[in-house]
């Protein structure tokens, strides 16, 4: 008997281990095995560089994020020392990931009503989390993990404050709302204003003070402030209705929660004064790194104000979160004003399937959903459900500590969904975090109703209950954590300076290995209006302006690009990498910076959509670290030629054979080593002389660099062509591939 209770102790501190070493193996392979082009990454690593360079950010450099996340990362990469570089960067996403979800499975922790079960719980919110905010690693070092991890604190602080301490804990919940506000202000408006509410609503309930409360009813309008301009089409007024009514009902039931010791209005007080605390600092630090209050203004605030008239799409709305909302509210209504024979038998019968389903609702989603496949359900459905988790199983009295950490948990939850708003992209699954949280919690009210029935039955049932969702989250986790290591083991590296961690997909690692070798070997500097500011670090290149390209042409004004062209004319050997764009097409005929492009610069090669450029008046241009078609003169008498362009990075090995082969279904085209008449081909220097021929020695990596105008021919071209990804690999004695060159087209490399 005593072997059976030690393990079902046991059981949920196992299951916990379990679920913290599959989150850590799937962060870090999920994190270093995609590179998303459109580069948050490398704009926030390049604004952070400007910082660390002495640059004033906002007036000389124009950034729409606020000025705690830039003194976060003066702390780390200017005190601390370290290295700003894409494997430092993503390891502290990784770190701020995973440190979020385990603040949030805390708070389930602390806010569950009884103590049997409630590791089993926090497990569940761990994975859920885990996976819920898997999302950062698409968008590495971005300041709404920041953002997150401010939240994470709040809410977890919130189940620590005892009676006696509530001064220190508003003034401390203010300060983090300032940051937050100061990190990105559409969530920290919502996270302040969702916060302040709750502390308005768990203050007293007399005199003066009631004005207060009511008068806080006031919340509800932000969804309505916030889409004015989209009002007027369905999907806003959609999105407007369903939060509108999520907040509502959260605050309705916060409104009449019940609670021993409330708080003060001076402690109430003290939450601003933590704002104004946080905020002093934050801008006496932009100050003296010579930014001006003007420009801090114009870039923090008035900025990002203006976004959405600059970018963005609508938000999609699930087919039935209306008529859902409705009928929440229909039944917050009878239970508002129903007799106590109505409520005891809703709480009894009503609640416990409606909180039932909505915790497997949130749960489910968190586990399955990945931005830009799903509709936004959770974001549209998850508001109506929010007050659930403030009204306690039937014969349970929150404790002081549950009611004011649900309190503020809920009222932050409700508004927080505006921050899909005008970019419904990973915003989605970061506002929705605390709904998935308030979905466990919901589950946890079930399971103590079902364990308070006192029938050995459904005692049984909630024990079952624990056990079959832990297995359920963590045989998820299990799935996604095989695919993201399966991919990350598949992967190749790539060879960057920073970013060794990184293993791609072959294409992917040859697209990006070309764009480093070709701006490494033949330019001073470079430029993409796509951004891809993340090969300024890998190649070792400063950025020829201060103006840093993101995703939007709309937010660099005209003036500002001006003072780009003038930058970049100082640079003769400058490379663009051109590309059609990825939200929108690229404003050609109205962006001057663009228009510049087109007139000055002209195409020399092509990987995909990939186009480099080059000054119009300069004269020569060989591409490197691919190989391209070349004239059959290079190869006497053959009729198909490819000129080889060496990558400037250091190679290791002996060179034994050259093959061709078709990537993309791993097809041998043809191989200087074969004696088959079909796969012949012939490796050439300049001077005409046969290098690597059938049979003779290895020839090392750095005299085959040296040697110039490489040429591979082929007497008998193939027959099929050179397929669909065709690439030239360097082989060493024991055939495997020392270096793999895509074969790209080539557009007129000699000057105009």
């Known amino acids: 008997m005593g072997t059976v209770t030690r393990l079902e102790g046991r059981a949920p501190v196992l299951a916990l281990v379990a679920a913290t070493a599959a989150a850590l193996a799937y962060a870090y392979t999920f994190t270093f095995s995609q590179f998303v082009p459109y580069d948050d990454e490398g704009y926030f690593t390049v604004t952070v560089q400007h910082l660390l360079d002495g640059h004033r950010l906002y007036d000389d450099v124009p950034v729409p994020y606020g000025p705690f996340f830039y003194l976060s990362r003066w702390l780390i990469h ?56 898997s999302t950062a690693a698409r968008e590495p070092g971005h300041p709404q993990e920041l953002a997150a991890l401010l939240i994470g604190v709040v809410c977890l602080l919130a189940t620590f404050v005892a009676p006696g301490q509530r001064s220190l804990a508003c003034g401390l919940l203010g300060a983090a ?17 969702g916060m302040g509410v709750a502390l308005v609503l768990l203050g007293p309930t007399g005199g003066w003070w009631r004005l207060v409360r009511r008068g806080s009813i006031v919340v509800i309008a932000l969804p309505f402030a916030l889409l004015r301009r989209d009002v007027g089409q369905l999907w806003a007024a959609e999105f407007c209705a369903v939060t509108t009514v999520g907040i509502a009902l959260a605050w309705i039931v916060a409104y009449r929660i019940e609670l021993d010791v409330r708080c003060t209005p001076r402690d109430v007080f003290l939450y601003p004064v933590g704002m104004l605390c946080a905020t002093v600092v934050t801008v006496g630090f932009m100050m003296l790194r010579g930014t001006s209050l003007a420009g801090l203004w114009s870039g923090a605030v008035l900025q990002p104000v203006q976004f959405p008239l600059q970018f963005g799409w609508p938000v999609r709305i699930g087919g039935y979160a209306v008529l859902c909302g409705a009928m929440s509210a229909a039944l917050l209504l009878l239970y508002e004003t129903g007799g106590e024979r109505t409520r005891a ?18 749960i489910g989603e968190a586990l399955t959903e990945r931005w830009g496949r799903t509709p936004e359900t959770l974001l549209t459905y998850g508001p109506a459900f929010l ?109 960057v300076d920073g970013g060794r961690l990184l293993r791609l997909p072959l294409q992917d690692t040859l697209l990006y290995q070309w764009l480093v070798d070709n701006v490494e070997a033949s330019s001073d500097t470079f430029v993409s209006p796509i951004g891809l500011n993340s090969l300024y670090s ?66 020399v090669a092509r990987f995909g959509p990939y186009l480099l450029k080059i000054r119009n008046d300069r004269k020569e241009f060989a591409p490197s670290g691919c190989a391209y078609p070349g004239s059959a003169e290079a190869g006497g008498s053959a009729a198909l030629v490819l000129r080889l362009g060496l990558p400037p990075r250091a190679i290791a090995g002996r060179v034994a054979s050259v093959t061709v082969v078709d990537l993309y279904r791993d097809g041998l085209i043809a191989d200087t080593a074969s004696g088959d008449a079909r796969l012949q081909a012939s490796l050439h220097n300049g001077a005409g002389q046969t290098l690597l021929a059938r049979g003779a020695a290895a020839v090392d990596m750095d005299v085959l660099r040296r040697q110039e105008g490489l040429v591979l021919a082929f007497p008998n071209p193939p027959a099929g062509g050179l397929g669909a990804l065709p690439a030239v690999c360097l082989m060493d004695g024991d055939r495997r591939r020392l270096l793999t060159l895509p074969v790209v087209p080539a557009i007129a490399l000699g000057a105009r």
């Open 78 to 133: 200017g005190a601390l020392r370290v290295p700003l570089v894409t494997d430092a960067v993503r390891l502290i996403t990784i770190g701020h990931w995973l440190l979020c979800a385990a603040q949030l499975a805390a708070v389930t922790y602390r806010l569950s009503h009884r103590r049997d079960g409630r590791l089993w719980l926090t497990t569940i919110a761990f994975v859920a989390m885990a996976l819920q905010l």
């Open 177 to 193: 709302a300032g940051a937050s506000l100061l990190v990105k202000i559409n969530v920290g408006v919502f996270f302040a204003a």
């Open 345 to 362: 038998r809703l709480v009894s019968r009503v609640l416990p399937p409606c909180k039932l389903g909505a915790a497997g609702f949130a």
């Open 387 to 495: 007050w659930l988790a403030l009204v306690p199983p039937i014969g349970v009295r929150w404790s002081p500590r549950e009611a004011f950490g649900r309190t503020l948990l809920c009222l932050i939850a409700a508004p927080q969904v505006l921050i899909a708003y005008p970019v419904p992209g990973s915003q989605v699954l970061f506002g929705t975090m605390e709904i998935v949280v308030i979905g466990v919690l919901l589950l946890s009210d079930v399971l103590v109703a079902l364990e308070s029935a006192g029938s050995p039955q459904w005692v049984r049932i909630g024990r079952l209950g624990y056990v079959a969702s832990v297995a359920a989250v963590l045989a998820a986790l299990g799935f996604h954590a095989s695919g993201s290591v399966a991919a990350y083991a598949y992967g190749r590296p790539l060879n």
């Open 538 to 603: 890998w190649t070792h290149r400063k950025p020829a302006g201060p103006v840093v390209i993101g995703n939007s042409w709309k937010a660099i004004s005209a003036s500002q690009q001006q003072v780009m062209v003038g930058a970049h004319q100082a640079y003769p050997n400058l490379v663009v990498i051109d590309h059609p764009g990825f939200f929108e097409p690229m404003p050609r005929d109205s962006a001057p910076f663009l228009i510049y492009i087109d007139q000055q610069f002209r195409p």
